[in-house]
């Protein structure tokens, strides 16, 4: 749950070379984040591996790197995309906090 420093911000991107201006520093910004970045650019960055590669070496989740790892690439609905995403990442944070010591929630 904890905030990475500016430079290891996950940057959302329309496509390459084309940031959108939203950034995340926590798994809590990136839930926010994807509620409001545009469904081409969470495409973008699903097909890529950006998510999972993220989460894993930057977050340090593995468990919710494995997860969304395990989702399809290609996705028809894009909007169906970012559902999944966000209740993968509702119920990893919920977990997360059930099992945080109540002195750091």
Do not use: C
């Amino acid at each position: 749950m904890r905030r990475v420093p500016a430079d290891k911000e996950f940057k959302f991107f329309h496509m390459f070379a084309s940031p959108t201006g939203i950034a995340a520093g926590s798994l809590q910004e990136f839930y926010e984040s994807l509620k409001k970045v545009s469904a081409e650019s969470i495409d973008f960055h699903m097909k890529r591996g950006d998510f999972e590669r993220w989460i894993a070496n930057v977050i340090g989740d593995l468990e919710l790197a494995a997860r969304i790892g395990n989702l399809p690439r290609e996705w028809e609905n894009k909007e169906d995309l970012r559902r999944t995403l966000l209740t993968l990442l509702e119920e990893r944070i919920k977990e997360l906090k059930k099992n945080m010591p109540e002195n750091m929630i």
